[in-house]
């Protein structure tokens, strides 16, 4: 089953907005969980789960399916939207996050959970995973692709790099690493906790291609994405540049609210600030 | 004098064997082949061989993604780096998404020889156990060591192997029936069992004949399964022989001597004592002047052995 490509920007914008009611709805109920940076992936994940990613929900492990990997675990409630959303698991479930009798742990759990492709959650390793995805893709000649959705603080992790070199190393055009750039880590900016200027560049010279974007902007990354699939003999990062906490105003560029839910009050004012369309 | 073999030719040579009957079967490697032997399948499965750089925590992480993809990885490199650097990896990517990947890990333990401590793995065995869901194979002789790659090959689960760089007695026949899971019966007596793993199952059989000459008739058990280990071999040794020595060449800390003390302490408590690394780092040497120089001998055992039968009494 293809991507439903169908959907205009607006459309996906929309369904973005309903990921990110479903984020803050569901880290009220669990009283505890990461909103910032699962805010600020909604419009990117909107488009991958509605417009990039060739997948069959009725047939979640069917091999001819994309791949998508969130390095960054710890924004599973915005994955777990997405998987309802598509139908992998009644959208009631998502209430149940983080309880003791849930499928939805804290971070992505992929014996628990349908739809998800790998456990994650221990930073730095998501991008080795969907390495060896689009390894076994290129061994087998099958023409599915692979995504990896990192942090930027994550990128702090020397495994990252490590798996960087793997990636152009092996021409891996399969793949697509998106860097949610987002500027904010638990203990202040990324800037300030350990400096990380020139992602872009970075990758540039480790032999990927390269696209900066808008990371709230779906013509942005309908391109950056296009681009990618386009893109023969090396892998492509799409640097996307976000607002942590993206939608909600009182989270947003907050570091505070990294690993923080909002209490029942702060929910009521998320969610009508969110069904208002401010942006 | 018997045939000396090592477990990791075993392992390349195996690993050929495996890939012309299971084509899901690939190998990846950091920049160690020729030591680890995966060398042969590199040539003779070019484009299923995946050469990783000096980067063991991307090994483990791209081994899971490419079990993720339906294949079955072996990944290794030496068993510092395999369970040192990469714990997380093992544990996270690996094991707790119970992701099929083979770790097979050579130059463990004190018979790396003259590389020295930093990379005499001794405490590999306790990593890999402690992870839920992790199988751990030693085996103790090339017949078993490719065996042991077989049934590794064809179980579903994360496994860790655990094989030596050097060439050791060949203990067992061509018709040798490994069972995971199992220990092998090495030869019975009713004095007392040493359970054994690794090189130092040779090293158990020398002190068994040690001990035969005064007349002491002890039970050897391999152990090469450490986990999930038999404990029904070993309550039936502590009942059938009444002590029990483990020997392996490991830290005494967290490896056989402790899986086996568990199984008594919790199921028939018996005199008991483990000959292993006593809780310190390795050192440069030849590996016949480390076994002794660390006390892994067959004079070691069969002293612990003595003492056990003594405590008996």
């Not at chain 2, 060949?170 to 090189?199: H, M, R, S, W």
Request: proline residues 4%.
């Amino acid at each position: 089953m293809a991507g439903c490509k169908q959907h205009t920007p607006e459309a996906l914008a929309e369904k973005a907005k309903v990921l990110r009611k479903h984020v803050i709805s569901m880290l009220g109920e669990a009283g505890s969980g990461h909103p910032g940076g699962s805010l600020s992936a909604a419009d990117i994940m909107a488009v991958l789960y509605w417009h990039e990613l060739r997948l069959d929900v009725e047939t979640p492990h069917w091999p001819g399916r994309d791949r998508f990997v969130l390095s960054k675990g710890h924004a599973a409630p915005i994955l777990y939207a997405c998987l309802a959303e598509k139908g992998y698991f009644p959208v009631e479930d998502l209430a149940s996050l983080r309880k003791i009798d849930s499928h939805l742990q804290g971070h992505p759990d992929m014996r628990q959970t349908p739809g998800v492709e790998a456990s994650t959650g221990s930073l730095g390793q998501g991008l080795s995973i969907a390495n060896g995805m689009a390894l076994a893709g290129k061994m087998d000649n099958a023409d599915y692709r692979v995504y990896a959705l990192l942090g930027d603080g994550e990128l702090q992790e020397g495994m990252v790099w490590e798996a960087a070199m793997t990636s152009a190393h092996y021409s891996l055009d399969n793949l697509a690493a998106i860097v949610d750039y987002n500027r904010l880590q638990i203990d202040g900016t990324v800037q300030d906790v350990m400096g990380l200027k020139g992602v872009a560049e970075r990758f540039r010279s480790f032999g990927w291609a390269v696209v900066e974007i808008d990371g709230h902007d779906i013509t942005q990354i309908l391109a950056a994405l296009d681009l990618a699939r386009g893109t023969k003999g090396r892998p492509t990062a799409v640097v996307a540049h976000t607002v942590k906490g993206k939608g909600v105003s009182f989270m947003e560029d907050q570091v505070g609210w990294h690993g923080q839910a909002p209490n029942a009050e702060q929910v009521q004012v998320a969610l009508g600030e969110l069904a208002g369309g401010k942006e | 004098m018997a045939i000396m073999k090592a477990t990791r030719d075993a392992y390349g040579e195996t690993l050929v064997e495996l890939g012309k009957e299971n084509p899901h079967i690939v190998v990846l490697d950091a920049d160690l082949s020729a030591s680890t032997k995966t060398n042969g399948f590199a040539k003779a499965f070019p484009k299923r061989f995946v050469q990783m750089g000096i980067a063991e925590q991307d090994l483990m992480g791209t081994a899971a993604g490419l079990a993720l993809a339906g294949k079955i990885p072996f990944a290794s490199t030496f068993a510092m780096f395999a369970t040192g650097r990469t714990y997380d990896q093992i544990r996270n990517s690996i094991a707790y998404a119970g992701v099929n990947v083979k770790i097979a890990a050579t130059h463990a333990g004190v018979t790396v020889g003259e590389d020295g401590g930093s990379h005499q793995m001794i405490e590999d065995i306790a990593l890999m156990r402690v992870i839920p869901g992790m199988t751990v194979i030693v085996p103790a002789d090339f017949i078993e060591a490719t065996a042991a790659v077989k049934a590794a090959s064809a179980f579903e689960g994360p496994v860790y192997l655990r094989l030596g760089r050097g060439a050791w007695p060949v203990i067992f026949p061509e018709n040798y029936n490994f069972q995971l899971g199992k220990a092998a019966l090495v030869q019975d007596g009713d004095a007392a069992t040493v359970i054994a793993c690794g090189v130092m199952v040779g090293k158990a059989q020398e002190a068994a004949k040690l001990l035969a000459d005064f007349g002491i008739k002890i039970r050897v058990l391999n152990m090469a399964t450490i986990k999930p280990v038999d404990k029904e071999a070993i309550l039936k040794a502590a009942k059938e022989t009444g002590a029990i020595v483990t020997a392996e060449e490991h830290n005494v800390i967290g490896g056989l001597g402790s899986a086996v003390s568990e199984v008594l302490g919790e199921g028939w408590p018996v005199p008991f004592e483990r000959v292993g690394i006593q809780d310190v780092f390795g050192r440069s040497g030849s590996p016949d002047e480390l076994l002794e120089h660390f006390g892994l001998t067959a004079k070691t055992v069969a002293d612990a052995v003595k003492r056990v039968i003594e405590r008996k009494k």
